[in-house]
Every structure is written in C-alpha cells, then in structure tokens.
C-alpha cells in the first residue's frame, strides 16, 4: 500500500489522516462538479451523495478501499453517507460530538467490549486549511475510555457553540478547543478518517 499508516495508533487514538488519497485530476474533478451544484450559493450543503451521480463514484475509489481494508479488514460495506459541503467565506464551527447511535458512553450495543465496533466516518477536503479555516476537531481516545474532565468541557462547549464570534467567551472557547482536542489542518486531497464513537 502506498499510505503509511500507523495502525496501532489509529486503533488507540481512533483517527488517521491519509495525505494526498485524491491525486491532483481527481480533486479538480470533483471540486468542479461541487461548484456546480453550489452555483452561486456561498453555502451549500447537500445531504446525500447518492443524490449528486457525478462525484457518487468517489465511495469506489480504489486508494479509498485499499485504506479502509486496510484499518478494517478485507470485507468494507457502505452503509450511508452524509453530506457534501462547500463555503466560500472562511469559518471555524467547533462543535464535539459522536456520529454513533449510542452516543452516551458505555451505554448501548456501540460499546459492546466483546466486540470491536468497527463503523468509519471519513471527510476528503478538496480545500486548503488556510482557505476555509475550517477542520475537524477530535479528541484523541475518546472512543475507547470516558473522560470525565473533556465531559465537562463538552458540555460547556455545547452551551457556547451559539455564541457570537466577537464574544469574549470565543478566545476562551478556542483555547480549551485546542488543548482538549487536535485541529487536523488538511491539504486538497487529505482524507481523515475516524471512528463514528469518537468525539
């Protein structure tokens, strides 16, 4: 496989960041064809990559099937998908939370111990971190242990998701955002692919 991947640390940290999955015609294809959807809109979100057929085939990429075999094993299913996401103004929306079922730790199947609960989110950016100033925020082994002090944080994060960004609370909100969890900054191309328990 041509992506180094630390497998033992994905599995304790429940993340990993593949450099450069898309190569560069890919990227300009489906950054075009996003910008067509988006038309003149400097916000669009579409819900469902099933219904854009265009970048639809991105699910059968070979390097993506490889990666996930890869963390996973040889048999990968797709279940759904999320959202395709394009913004011309750059923002930083931070708000923690779990895409599992069972979000509360330690309650429900998802945090069955006899068995590894092997469901993947992932996001391929096809825009600069310095461009958008947007990224994903993790925290690191928040899928494998409950951690009481970020709990509490979380909560207060919640409270302050709504808050203004010239609010004084926001210098104090970034501050903890960073020390809890981990900007992950991407590249056009960058794929970041994590647990769906992870915060």
């Known amino acids: 496989m041509q992506f180094k991947i630390d497998k033992k640390k ?9 450099k450069g999955l898309l190569n ?18 400097s916000h669009f979100s579409l819900g469902g990559i099933y219904k854009a057929k265009d970048i639809s085939k991105i699910v059968c990429n070979k390097n993506l099937i490889e990666v996930v075999q890869f963390l996973l094993g040889s048999d990968v299913y797709f279940l759904h998908d999320s959202t395709i996401m394009y913004k011309k103004e750059p923002k930083n929306v931070t708000n923690w939370h779990r895409d599992n079922p069972c979000r ?15 469901v993947l989110r992932l996001g ?5 971190f310095e ?9 690191p082994g928040s899928h494998k242990k ?13 409270k302050m998701r709504k808050i203004d960004e010239n609010s004084k609370l926001i210098s104090f909100k970034n501050l903890y955002t960073k020390l809890i969890g981990r ?3 991407t590249d056009p191309g960058d794929c970041v692919i994590f647990h769906a ?3």
């Open 10 to 18: 994905f599995l304790e940290d429940g993340y990993c960041v593949i």
């Open 24 to 41: 560069n015609d890919e990227i300009k294809y489906y950054d075009s064809k996003i910008k067509e959807l988006a038309g003149n809109r």
């Open 104 to 118: 509360r730790y330690g309650y429900g199947p998802d945090w069955d111990k006899k068995e590894p609960y092997n």
């Open 124 to 128: 391929i950016y096809l825009q600069e």
């Open 131 to 139: 461009e958008t100033k947007s990224c994903i925020n993790v925290i």
């Open 146 to 158: 409950r951690l009481t002090v970020q709990e509490i944080l979380r909560f207060f994060h919640k």
């Open 183 to 185: 900007n992950i900054k």
């Open 197 to 199: 328990n992870l915060w």
